[in-house]
Structures are given as structure tokens and as C-alpha cells.
């Protein structure tokens, strides 16, 4: 299934590099708190676009996109956050800010292609 939609394999792929990057943040860095925060914002990108798939109607699935682009909005500041704070070091905060600006290019795109075929309908 997760060869089908380009975006949910993104967000697959970047929720297993946000749980490496968590689990280095607790044991290598020892910081509790913005590492959670991070596991959590950006595992629910993925799980919010899974669940979009599934929606029961155009509307379902644009709700669950506009989740998922405010989880990928506050990854992208946690991220920020613990780069300019010490704890992310140049190479791995240009990776990973890549990855979720490119993450949030595919939601914003998805979503105007929803509401211009939902104006296509009406």
C-alpha cells in the first residue's frame, strides 16, 4: 500500500528518521522535553495522511491534510529550535529541514488540488 502514494511514503520515511533523531537526542544529548515534542509532531504528519487516505469524503480528507500541514509546521519549528539551540548539529538540521519543507510543499499542493476539484464539482 505505501508505494501507492508518494506522500505517505515520505512521511513514513520521515517519521522513522524522527525516531532515530529522537531516540539520539535522549541518549547522546539527554534532552527530555523538545525531543518529545519532535516524536510527536512529526510521527503524526504520517499517521494524519494515513488516515486522510481513508477519509469518508473530499472534505475528510482535506481536514486531515490541514492537520497534518500544522504537524509538519511545528515539526519544522522544533527542528529550528534545536538546531539554533546546540542540540542538532548543521548536517542533520539541513536534512531533516529539507525533508520537512519538501513534506509541506506536497501537503500544500495536495490541498489546493482538492479545493479546485471540489470548485470543479460544484
Not at 532515530?20 to 516524536?39: A, G, P, R, T
Not at 520537512?100 to 499542493?109: H, Y
Request: net charge neutral; aromatic share 8%.
Amino acid at each position: 500500500m505505501g508505494t501507492e502514494n508518494p506522500l505517505l511514503e515520505k512521511t513514513i520515511s520521515f517519521a522513522i528518521r524522527i525516531v532515530k533523531c529522537f531516540q539520539y537526542l535522549q541518549n547522546e544529548k539527554n534532552e527530555y522535553v523538545m525531543s518529545k515534542q519532535l516524536l510527536r509532531s512529526g510521527t503524526s504528519i504520517g499517521a494524519n495522511v494515513h488516515e486522510a487516505i481513508f477519509g469518508q469524503s473530499r472534505a475528510d480528507f482535506a481536514n486531515k491534510l490541514n492537520i497534518s500541514l500544522k504537524e509538519a509546521s511545528e515539526t519544522s519549528y522544533w527542528i529550528v529550535i534545536l538546531s539554533r539551540t546546540g542540540y542538532l548539529d548543521d548536517k542533520i538540521y539541513e536534512s531533516l529541514k529539507s525533508d520537512i519543507d519538501e513534506i509541506i510543499r506536497i501537503i500544500i499542493a495536495s490541498l489546493k488540488t482538492t479545493r479546485k476539484n471540489e470548485k470543479d464539482i460544484n
